[in-house]
């Protein structure tokens, strides 16, 4: 079993900021990529940031600039630090993580793993 724990959502003003952590935690191996995704209501999900084991980083055109992504491999948690929110920001930020398996037998597997969502809304 392995669980993926947000926190940090809630109601911001425009122009504020929030910061948001995704805790992965119980079976899991090695972790390669961590990523935020978010969904507005209406809306597909979307990619909004990744990073990578090494700390490589990429995000969507809307928030480069604004956002910034980082990890904590020895605390197999992921960050997504998010400044100048505006309402288009609005939407239920995911946490998404790919991991190899933990055990001898499926070391070589990755699995994909997601978190329960948190809301964040940007508004006055």
């Known amino acids: 079993q392995v669980q993926l724990m947000e926190s940090g959502g809630g109601l911001v003003q425009p122009g504020g900021s929030l910061r948001l952590s995704c805790a992965a935690s119980?079976?899991?191996?090695?972790?390669?990529?961590m990523r935020w995704y978010r969904q507005a209501t209406g809306r597909q999900r979307e990619l909004v940031a990744a990073?990578?084991?090494?700390?490589?980083?990429n995000y969507a055109t809307s928030v480069e600039g604004r956002f910034t992504i980082s990890r904590d491999n020895a605390k197999n948690t992921v960050y997504l630090q998010m400044n100048s929110l505006k309402s288009e920001d609005t939407a239920v930020y995911y946490c998404?993580?790919?991991?190899?398996?933990?055990?001898?037998?499926?070391?070589?597997?990755?699995?994909?793993?997601w978190g329960q969502g948190t809301q964040v809304t940007v508004s006055s």
């Open positions: 998404n993580v790919d991991s190899y398996g933990s055990k001898e037998y499926n070391r070589d597997t990755m699995y994909d793993y």
């Open positions: 990073v990578n084991y090494g700390g490589g980083t």
């Open positions: 119980g079976d899991i191996g090695n972790i390669a990529a």
